[in-house]
């Protein structure tokens, strides 16, 4: 199970986001992806193996963390990155995703 | 550019089936698997299942065991993804998305999805 915290993040436009992915697993590997979603749009790939950007994703985005503790870090929040941000496991089948974070304008 | 070209939205009573297609175009399309994954209305996303466009292996989420086919054909680059025995808790949005990078574990891209509402 995943479970990411908090609910919801108000931030106002170039403040920094820190959202929380916690496993209640080991995750090997660190086989631990996130997606950003916006509105009535598909989920779109951000993060890979807990760290790596996905093509095209702005430097802006950084994950970290290992083991159960994972963390996706939005530096300088644009207007485009208020979405809702889902964590995903891949290192057991079923792959299994978060309930999200939501991350609105302050 | 790689892209995912879902069919339309779909209504159907409770017990019935739906077929919903995913066209892939811009890349080799037997290189990389196909993934479903479903969002109902205001909730989070639901991996279902995997197939390789490649051999046709599947592997698919225990819950959909038993009422979950997917299928491909190759000749004209789409997934397929049937779901059976509707009930109203299979509303919702259903998205195809390739392997990312033959992953066989990521999806990107995605397509549009395709609303199938099961209402009597």
């Known amino acids: 199970v995943l479970t990411q915290s908090p609910g919801t993040l108000s931030l106002s436009p170039g403040e920094s986001a820190t959202l929380s992915c916690r496993a209640s697993q080991n995750i090997r590997s660190n086989f631990l992806a996130w997606y950003q979603q916006k509105p009535g749009q598909a989920p779109r790939l951000v993060i890979h193996r807990a760290s790596y950007r996905a093509t095209g994703i702005p430097d802006r985005f950084s994950g970290s963390g290992s083991g159960t503790d994972f963390t996706l870090t939005i530096s300088r929040l644009e207007p485009e990155d208020f979405a809702i941000y889902y964590c995903?496991?891949?290192?057991?089948?079923?792959?299994?995703f978060g309930q999200g974070t939501k991350v609105d304008i302050k | 550019q790689v892209q995912l070209v879902q069919s339309g939205a779909e209504v159907k009573r409770p017990g019935a089936s739906v077929k919903v297609s995913c066209k892939a175009s811009?890349?080799?399309?037997?290189?990389?698997?196909i993934n479903w994954v479903r969002q109902a209305p205001g909730q989070g996303l639901e991996w279902m299942g995997w197939i390789s466009a490649y051999n046709g292996n599947t592997n698919f989420a225990p819950k959909f065991q038993g009422r979950l086919t997917m299928t491909t054909d190759t000749s004209t680059g789409t997934a397929y993804m049937e779901l059976g025995t509707l009930t109203s808790d299979d509303t919702a949005v259903y998205y195809c998305?390739?392997?990312?990078?033959?992953?066989?574990?990521?999806?990107?891209?995605w397509g549009r999805g395709t609303l199938v509402t099961v209402s009597s």
């Open positions: 811009g890349y080799t399309f037997t290189s990389y698997g």
């Open positions: 995903q496991q891949y290192v057991s089948s079923p792959r299994t």
């Open positions: 998305a390739r392997d990312y990078e033959g992953s066989g574990s990521l999806f990107e891209p």
